[in-house]
């Protein structure tokens, strides 16, 4: 398990305050309550820690962060179906969280990076299939 680090910690406490949409006065008596100090600069991790848990038992649900989703690495065996992947996608106005999606759903894998040679290929035939029916659809063919 990673270690929290105190940045971290203090951004989240952040994060939650505002996600549970509390006045200024009201986040300073919580972390008196739970801590016995009004600032998170005087607080040791066990206590930053301890005010994370009482923001999560208050309601604080964590999310990651929502974006378009990361390129996997290279290698030598992948490259040219990640190329073509990507192309795929960029021209299908697709992410790469979609592609993700589209590994989980195929091969119960969370994502395109865990994905092997074989089913990488079946993939990018999969939304090569997907691409020419969106095609088709909007010319009016099929």
Not at 51 to 58: A, I, L, Q
Not at 77 to 91: P, Y
Not at 95 to 117: C, Q
């Amino acid at each position: 398990m990673k270690t929290p680090n105190r940045n971290g910690l203090i951004a989240k406490i952040k994060i939650a305050q505002k996600q549970l949409d509390m006045a200024d006065d009201a986040y300073r008596a919580m972390l008196e309550r739970v801590t016995g100090k009004t600032s998170c600069t005087q607080m040791n991790l066990a206590e930053l820690q301890a005010v994370v848990e009482e923001m999560k038992r208050m309601g604080f649900k964590q999310t990651a962060p929502k974006g378009k989703g990361i390129r996997p690495h290279l290698t030598k065996d992948r490259e040219a179906l990640l190329n073509k992947l990507e192309a795929l996608l960029t021209a299908g106005g697709k992410s790469w969280n979609y592609a993700d999606g589209m590994a989980k759903k195929m091969f119960g894998k969370d994502l395109v990076r865990f994905l092997t040679p074989n089913q990488l290929y079946k993939l990018v035939q999969a939304l090569q299939i997907h691409t020419n029916r969106e095609q088709a659809g909007k010319t009016g063919e099929l």
